[in-house]
């Protein structure tokens, strides 16, 4: 079983940027497809982005195409997420797993805390 430390959330203004990290342990990373998640108040765990266990295919959430860019490094077992424009729509706790498609299919770690402020 995989373990995920997410990190690298933060309060951050309308418009800014952030990069999240997941790091991951207790199996081979490249094995896996991975994805972020994110959760707002109140609402479903929501689809944000995946990426292919090579790191050359992505896909997104329409909510996020075209700000945010998933990325990953196999050497170390991390996978990133870099945020641009962000909104406050885009407060959330975010979470990383590993998926088939989109579908997480692992244990949820802790997440990282986003707050954008307007």
């Known amino acids: 079983q995989v373990q995920l430390v997410e990190s690298g959330g933060g309060l951050v203004q309308a418009g800014g940027s952030l990069r999240l990290s997941c790091a991951a342990s207790?199996?081979?990373?490249?094995?896996?497809?991975m994805g972020w998640f994110r959760q707002a108040p109140g609402k479903e765990r929501e689809f944000v982005a995946t990426i292919s266990r090579s790191g050359t295919s992505t896909l997104y959430g329409d909510s996020v195409k075209g700000r945010f860019t998933i990325s990953r490094d196999n050497a170390k077992n991390t996978v990133y997420l870099q945020m641009n424009s962000l909104n406050p729509e885009d407060t959330a706790v975010y979470y990383c797993?590993?998926?088939?498609?989109?579908?997480?299919?692992?244990?949820w770690g802790q997440g990282t805390q986003v707050t954008v402020s307007s």
């Open positions: 207790g199996r081979t990373f490249s094995n896996d497809a």
């Open positions: 797993n590993t998926v088939i498609f989109t579908r997480a299919i692992g244990s």
